[in-house]
């Protein structure tokens, strides 16, 4: 039985070195998972390992390496793997908080899901592509929409920040900075909370908002609009207290500050 080509084959291919290409995808996908979910068996890890011709294993230690890089990391004495490449480096100092590049290059990690829409954009006209270039503008924001809520959720451990309610169905990946206002926020984690649906839908509407030091404030519009009871147990008694802050990509002072000033009625 002649083995030798088939072993010089595999033993070739287990040394290839990452493409540019593998790594920006890889670099998308450790944006979007927590760090302690970032391992071989890890659903998200296989299929970006499979999409990129990497073993689950290969991108599980990637993930590390780049995490080993990351400042928030770093103050917390993660070490990564020990081998971070020259290339490794580079793709972090190019592409890390380059959110449209990333988004761009991110693959599926969860269901598609109509919740991970921006409340402004979600009662859009439903009409028909014309071209190409609307269709490619479409399939964008799309991935955009799914790159920034699957960061924002990961950051925050998969946890509204205000009640701690852990159901997917029920959460959101709100923007701070509304979509609209500003399209360079758009896919930037740092101006998302992970909320649930109905405190989404208050720091949507300017409702709700947080103080410069991440304390829920709630606007005395909500006591006059909601039944006792949910104001009471939803609101009133989470006024005052700070929330849970996520793993990485905290919330920036500057946009909360707008939110503050433009959105929320006091």
Not at 1 to 14: D, E, F, I, N, R
Not at 199 to 215: K, M, N, P, Q, Y
Not at 238 to 250: D, N, V
């Amino acid at each position: 039985m002649q083995v030798g080509p088939p072993c010089v084959t595999l033993h070739t291919m287990a040394r290839q070195g990452w493409t540019r290409d593998q790594l920006v995808k890889t670099l998308a996908l450790y944006c979007q998972i927590p760090f302690g979910r970032m391992h071989k068996s890890n659903p998200a890890v296989v299929a970006v390992a499979n999409a990129i011709d990497r073993t689950p294993s290969a991108v599980a230690y990637k993930l590390g390496n780049f995490a080993s890089l990351d400042p928030y990391h770093r103050q917390r004495g993660i070490a990564g793997m020990g081998n971070t490449s020259a290339a490794d480096r580079a793709i972090w100092a190019e592409f890390f908080g380059k959110w449209d590049v990333l988004a761009d290059n991110s693959i599926a990690v969860e269901p598609a899901d109509a919740t991970s829409a921006p409340a402004r954009t979600r009662s859009a006209p439903r009409t028909a592509p014309t071209g190409p270039t609307v269709v490619q503008r479409g399939t964008a924001q799309r991935r955009g929409q799914s790159f920034f809520r699957a960061a924002v959720i990961a950051a925050h451990d998969g946890k509204c920040c205000i009640t701690g309610i852990s159901s997917q169905a029920l959460l959101r990946a709100s923007h701070i900075v509304p979509w609209s206002h500003d399209p360079a926020l758009r896919l930037d984690p740092r101006n998302g909370l992970c909320l649930n649906a109905l405190h989404d839908a208050a720091f949507d509407r300017g409702l709700i908002t947080l103080s410069d030091r991440f304390v829920l404030q709630v606007s005395k519009r909500v006591k006059a609009e909601v039944p006792a009871p949910i104001y009471r147990e939803m609101f009133a008694s989470r006024a005052g207290q700070s929330i849970t802050m996520p793993e990485r990509f905290a919330p920036s002072p500057e946009m909360l500050e707008y939110h503050r000033r433009e959105v929320f009625v006091a």
